[in-house]
DNA sequence: ACCTGAACACCGTTCAAGT
DNA sequence: ACCTGAACACCGTTCAAGT
């Protein structure tokens, strides 16, 4: 709905890897998984299967790039937070997807009561980690078809181009958290992981209502979610069906939030016994 | 490798859904997600596409029920720990994943030094909880196209039958850790999150070490992987290439549940203020 | 109700041929 | 070096027809 730049491509402009990426990107974002075909490809670069083939080796190579470049762009905007210069974010990446300015900043705190920032001083680590990790949540809800591709590539190679990314931007933050070297590798991988499942999970929800009603508020599309869980047998399900309605009532981008925080202080009270190693501790 | 039973099928046994899955499911186990075939299944099964498309719906859907199989079979194995019956765990899953006698228990404490277990009530929800995730482990070390299918699944419809299967199980042994209701589905989220994430990933190690070099140990891939790192720009990945040796040298399992206590952790120490709150202290 | 199997639409990929 | 486009092999799915 948003991307309508550029339509109706002309035949100028030599092709290019990028600019096939880029395509693939468009392609996706407008037309969904399924969208993406090396006929459609063709007809928006206005050439032949062959050429495409020239620049990419398969449709997995494509894919890949497409998932490199948007994940690249993320992570960019993220890192130019109080620097000034945009990067090499740019072009790739529909709507605000990779606006340099604001982060979006994480929910104001408008938790319930007892968790009370402990006035945490601005961009330390954790805030940076928060930042990234609301990257990437923008980048899934901006490309829906993100989740999936980043866990394909995860699973069909995990130390391929996309992990040691994400892996070094979370990575600097833990080491600047003070976490000792022992424990560099558990603790970064413990919040990537959380971050890529719980976005990931969060941007299928979306998705999921999108696609069922269009035009439908994701609240409603919720709202029917509880409702199934509430229908699972309560003899299988007690645990499921007790959290239905906490699960509908849910902000997303808190819930996100809160649980990012939860993995921070798995590292910060088993890493860091030194500091003050525990949680929060309630405002005095 | 391991999967010989009821090869060439006689065409007695009346088609059924359940039949069309178990064969899905050895397909996937012998010939790789791209095995998975309506002509394969046809001809292992001696019958027409027809008929199968009258018990499934479509690929999809058969996927799904694949997935959903396995994923049930692990758990039931987990959930007949100290008692005795298998329950409806057996037939699908070859080898030893569906076991019902020991949970392949978790890698000893062969931890370095510093992180001294505190003694834990045996049988503990912590413990259940590792339990189950290493189910999940080694069904996905059983099953390489599972995590990936697992992903597909929580990308499509992630409030589908899989996910509350596994948001039970471990929900259940967070609400018998204690943690008010309120914080039961962030909790219960961080920890499923990480443990596909985390055991996705080193299915994928052993799966990728399988296929570049069939009977090479999973050790010279990681360290084949680990000099991939090594060899990344040191400008651009400073962090990734000082955790490559880190990552070299890990044990699976040690550094698996090394994160799940770091989860655990994170969620005693932010939602059981009262109970002893912190980090397990180190023994005195 | 359950199964058969030919047929259809579509897809990724190749390759001889051009410039 | 880069591009064309017809052709190939294969796949998921359908459906009229059988029992």
Known sequence: ?????????????????????????ELLDTAGEGGLTFRALTERLATGPGAIYWHVANKEELLDAATDAVVAAALAAERAESAGSAGSAGSIGPAGAAAPAEPTGPAEPTVSAERTEPAEPPNSPQDKIRAIAFGLFDAMEDHPWLPTQ?????????????????????????????????????????????????AGQNAANSATARTLVPDVDRAEFLDAASKAWNELDPDDYPFTRA??????????????????DLVLTGITALHLPGDQGCAPPPAP
């Open 150 to 198: 980043l866990a394909l590539q995860l699973s069909r190679s995990p130390w391929g181009s996309v992990t040691p990314q994400i892996f070094e931007s979370i990575g600097r933050q833990v080491r600047a958290l003070g976490v000792p070297e022992g424990h560099w590798f558990t603790a970064t991988s413990a919040l990537v992981h959380y971050i890529l499942g719980a």
């Open 243 to 260: 959290v239905a309605a906490q699960m509908r009532d849910h902000d997303d981008r808190e819930q996100f939030l809160a649980g990012i």
């Open 1 to 25: 709905m948003a991307t309508r730049t550029r339509r109706t491509q002309r035949r100028t402009e030599a092709l290019s890897r990028e600019r096939i990426v880029e395509a693939a990107v």
